[in-house]
């Protein structure tokens, strides 16, 4: 394993996590962070990217509310811990990054608005078109996981400081495009990928 995320909290800024992975009872990895809102209005996230691969057998995350949470329980919807994947080359020039919606609007005789949040929901869209060959099983047991409704954790750049990891890491849905090798003989392969947060 190598990612470990908390995200889809209902606790805000100040909230400390801590990670505990052991071997056979020896601890091989610990890190101390904290949740981030996401432009300060969504819901919380913790991201951390080991600098390597780790083998142990227990995980141990810690969340330490710290008073943060108007309701009376903590939630938190999702969670992850597991490996990461990079291609060989690591091009895309085209994606993109956008957000749903669900609101209520009602207008008034005036014709003033008033809009009353009801979720939102992150998405990315992201079209790589420079994978290498090797990257092709991935791509293909990535297309099955999609196919069962798993949920697949999207970090734009592993190596990023933590508040960016918390702000830009996607948590939920993914679709797969066709994979093609439009250049011929430079054997790049071209695919897109779209990552829908999950609610």
Do not use: C
């Amino acid at each position: 394993m190598q990612a470990f995320f908390v995200g889809r909290t209902n606790m805000g800024q100040g909230v400390t996590v801590q990670i505990t992975a052991k071997l056979a009872g020896n601890t091989v990895h610990w890190w101390e962070g904290s949740l981030t809102t996401l432009s300060g209005i969504s819901p919380a996230q913790a991201v951390h990217v080991a600098p390597a691969p780790v083998m142990a057998d227990t995980v141990l995350i810690a969340v330490n509310a710290n008073g943060t949470v108007a309701e009376s329980y903590i939630a938190i919807a999702l969670a992850y811990v597991g490996p990461i994947w990079q291609p060989v080359r690591n091009m895309s020039t085209k994606s993109t990054t956008g957000m749903d919606t669900g609101q209520t609007i009602n207008t008034g005789m005036a014709g003033a608005e008033f809009v009353s949040p009801g979720w939102m929901r992150r998405k990315a869209v992201v079209d790589h078109e420079s994978l290498d060959l090797a990257d092709v099983p991935v791509l293909e047991q990535i297309a099955y996981m999609a196919a069962t409704g798993s949920n697949v954790l999207f970090i734009p750049d592993p190596a990023a400081d933590p508040p960016t990891l918390n702000m830009r890491a996607l948590y939920g849905r993914i679709q797969s495009g066709d994979l093609s090798n439009p250049y011929g003989a430079a054997l790049r392969q071209q695919t897109t990928f779209t990552i829908t947060e999950r609610l």
